[in-house]
């Protein structure tokens, strides 16, 4: 019997409410840094620490495939969105580790602060190596971590920012009018 390892994969999980020419960077720069055969793209049905989002889960997959359905080594996965619940990074990791070999989760340095409060940390920081994206005005304080790996970006771009801003010059043009539409249905 042949010994066939799984492929290693990196995890970029998020909100993407919406997603933004900073998270294709991030994807770009991911593929050309880290030594995985696939980056699996996982929008949340609901971050486990927000409690609502702008574009509903299906629009926020919808948005993804778009941009990275064509992406080399990319796979836009539905498993937290298939949940339809919030669902935690570990469970989504020991999921995908059913036929992949997890090796990195990508964060962004905003999510450093809270990050020994998710669920399941210490066996998440046994098993995974962090690639962290720099962000702006965000400190990297890596106290804790097992196993790290920076993706430098210099993108001053923010899902929050664009939602607040109902701004969207830094939304890629293929889901720009959806995200417009999305925008101006929220805010009547």
């Not at 949940?83 to 935690?88: A, I, L, M, R």
């Not at 994206?133 to 970006?153: F, N, Q, S």
């Not at 001053?156 to 890629?172: A, K, L």
Request: proline letters at 4%; glycine letters at 4%; charged letters at 25%.
């Amino acid at each position: 019997m042949v010994n066939q390892s799984k492929p290693i994969v990196a995890i970029f999980g998020g909100s993407f409410d919406p997603p933004h020419k900073g998270h294709q960077q991030i994807v770009e720069k991911a593929i050309e840094n880290l030594d995985i055969d696939k980056l699996l793209m996982v929008p949340a049905y609901l971050n486990p620490f927000k409690t609502s989002s702008l574009a509903s889960a299906s629009k926020r997959l919808e948005w993804c495939r778009t941009l990275f359905s064509n992406t080399p080594k990319v796979s836009v996965e539905d498993y937290e969105i298939v949940q339809g619940k919030s669902t935690t990074t570990s469970q989504t990791v020991k999921h995908f580790n059913m036929t992949y070999t997890v090796k990195y989760l990508i964060i962004g340095a905003d999510n450093l602060s809270g990050l020994s409060q998710w669920h399941a940390f210490d066996t998440l920081n046994a098993q995974v190596t962090w690639v962290i994206v720099t962000r702006e005005g965000y400190d990297l304080v890596v106290d804790g971590l097992r196993e790290w790996k920076l993706l430098t970006l210099n993108t001053p771009v923010s899902s929050t920012t664009i939602r607040q801003e109902q701004d969207v010059r830094h939304v890629d043009t293929k889901i720009e009018k959806s995200v417009k539409k999305t925008l101006k249905e929220t805010h009547k």
